[in-house]
């Protein structure tokens, strides 16, 4: 079936650190794939996409790269800032069965001043 | 552009009682998904709606929940009688869906219900 994984948190870093949440999947066929973040008291947005391998989303200074070899995604940023507090979902978008987008299940980031 | 609309924001009840959502999709699009996020884990969804047909209820458990989307716009989702593990955040969302094969749509949600039962 399809599925996400993400690595477990919170994560907590200082201002300024270098960012890496791990995110892997199993699907059939290519889906797309999907970071979208959860701010305190809002709703989940769409923070950066990629539709097929060796892809780079990009938005806000974050990066992610579709690894067909690895199953993977991972959501990277050089410098966070406080203000990038709050909680990360990867999330699919399987090639067939409509229009299922698949999340995992978060990971929270805290960002010290 | 107005998003996604939810009501009500909080809702408290106890076990055996019945409750109702709401949610406004932004105007225009078809596709209106419903998702239940148990605190700590990631949104699963419940129920699917292009215009007002049902796509995928596949996960939703139909002896105590219930959703409808009149005239392909609003939609409310109900649960009823409640149970304890019902607890958790109810998320709308909705897309525009230009083309049937897409997979790579972008969702917009609303803020989301969060339900307590007691």
């Known amino acids: 079936g399809n599925s996400v994984t993400q690595m477990e948190g919170p994560v907590t870093l200082s201002e300024e650190a270098f960012l890496t949440i791990n995110c892997t999947y199993t699907?059939?066929?290519?889906?797309?794939l999907f970071w979208y973040v959860q701010y305190p008291g809002e709703g989940l947005q769409l923070l950066l996409k990629?539709?097929?391998?060796?892809d780079k989303g990009s938005n806000k200074g974050f990066e992610a790269t579709y690894r067909k070899e690895t199953t993977s995604f991972h959501l990277e940023k050089g410098s966070v800032q406080v203000s990038d507090s709050a909680v990360y979902f990867c999330a699919l978008s399987p090639y067939t069965g409509g229009f299922k987008t698949i999340f995992g299940a978060g990971t929270r980031l805290f960002v010290k001043a | 552009e107005a998003g996604v609309a939810q009501s009500p924001r909080y809702k408290i009840i106890e076990k055996r009682q019945s409750v109702a959502f709401w949610c406004n999709p932004i105007s225009g699009h078809a596709t209106l998904y419903w998702y239940q996020q148990i605190l700590g884990q990631g949104p699963k969804l419940l129920i699917q709606f292009q215009n007002n047909g049902v796509v995928d209820d596949s996960q939703l458990p139909k002896d105590r929940f219930s959703a409808e989307r009149l005239k392909g716009v609003d939609s409310t989702l109900k649960i009823q009688p409640a149970k304890l593990e019902d607890s958790a955040v109810y998320l709308c969302?909705?897309?525009?869906?230009?083309?049937?094969?897409?997979?790579?749509?972008?969702?917009?949600f609303g803020s989301g219900t969060q339900l307590s039962v007691l």
């Open positions: 969302a909705s897309s525009p869906r230009t083309r049937r094969t897409s997979t790579n749509e972008k969702l917009f």
């Open positions: 699907a059939t066929g290519y889906p797309s």
């Open positions: 990629a539709t097929k391998a060796d």
